[in-house]
């Protein structure tokens, strides 16, 4: 079956980095575009980045501009998200999910098919 499984997550101080990683299983990796979101309890599941399946296409949410990156192995089957500068309010659950669509980058989640169980992520001020 599919699986996405994220890691990489845990708690920092602000202005610190943590990379992320998610390993992707069940699907011919390459042929997705892949995606990462973050969810709080207050705030519904929002865009982050996006990456097409060969890597030469990125987008980004505004804020995280300059200091999230996303990239992607394909020889491995993984998406990573490194995140450096990091701000109290990037706190959150971040969630990988795989996009099917032959276009990138897709910023709404109904245009993934598949999604991990998320990583929490903590940034203490």
């Known amino acids: 079956q599919v699986q996405l499984v994220e890691s990489g997550g845990g708690l920092v101080q602000a202005g610190g980095s943590l990379r992320l990683s998610c390993a992707v299983s069940?699907?011919?990796?390459?042929?997705?575009?892949m995606g990462w979101f973050r969810q709080t309890s207050e705030k519904e599941r929002e865009f982050v980045a996006a990456?097409?399946?060969?890597?030469?296409?990125?987008d980004y949410k505004d804020s995280v501009k300059g200091r999230f990156t996303i990239s992607r192995a394909n020889a491995r089957n993984t998406v990573y998200l490194q995140m450096n500068n990091l701000k109290p309010e990037d706190t959150a659950v971040y969630y990988c999910?795989?996009?099917?669509?032959?276009?990138?980058?897709?910023?709404?989640?109904?245009?993934?098919?598949?999604w991990g169980k998320g990583t929490q992520v903590t940034v203490s001020s």
């Open positions: 990456i097409s399946r060969s890597g030469d296409i990125k």
């Open positions: 069940g699907v011919t990796f390459r042929s997705y575009a």
């Open positions: 999910a795989a996009d099917p669509s032959s276009s990138c980058c897709g910023s709404s989640p109904n245009r993934y098919a598949y």
